[in-house]
């Protein structure tokens, strides 16, 4: 019986380590921002700025020129996170809602679920199969569900008219 109990527990402990959080990515120094660049409304005539320094996402989100979105990415990596339920991210902003989007190989469809970031450090968990697929900032109702075995650009992306000076606070991502 003390046998049977034994290796329910070391069962049990298996499966909750399994459960736990996995870190993707740091923001521990300087290099860990290198890779990530912005992507602001620039590209379609917009004024918006963003840049991404140490653990930090910041800029002046502006809606002149018909613009209305700042961004930073991660497209140097193929994730496959197909053995996870989603992606947990530890952040401090100043109670904006953000996005933070996947790709995947299909072209030009974002993976897309927004976010609160409150003015207080929190970890906020966004389940896989709460992303909905968007092209332009608009919903794509006949797109395929995400493919978590090649997700390959990962993004923070602030817009819905929110004008203005803007810092998110990024601390990690992991995926659980």
Request: net charge negative; no cysteine.
């Amino acid at each position: 019986m003390r046998k049977l109990f034994v290796i329910a527990l070391t069962v049990a402990a298996s499966l909750l380590a399994s459960a736990s959080a996995t870190t993707l990515f740091e923001f521990d120094d300087a290099n860990s921002v290198t890779n990530w660049v912005s992507v602001d409304d620039r590209v379609m005539g917009g004024v918006s700025v963003s840049q991404m320094s140490l653990a930090l996402f910041s800029g002046n989100m502006s809606l002149a020129n018909n613009g209305g979105f700042a961004s930073v990415r991660l497209t140097d990596n193929v994730y496959n996170l197909s053995e996870f339920t989603g992606v947990e991210l530890r952040v401090k902003g100043g109670n904006l809602t953000y996005q933070f989007r996947f790709q995947t190989d299909i072209a030009r469809i974002s993976y897309t679920q927004p976010f609160v970031a409150p003015d207080e450090w929190t970890t906020i968990r966004l389940p896989f199969d709460a992303f909905e697929a968007t092209f332009f900032g608009r919903r794509v109702i006949d797109a395929p569900q995400m493919n978590t075995a090649f997700l390959r650009t990962l993004t923070f992306m602030l817009s819905d008219s929110q004008a203005g000076e803007f810092e998110l606070l990024i601390d990690w991502i992991k995926v659980y």
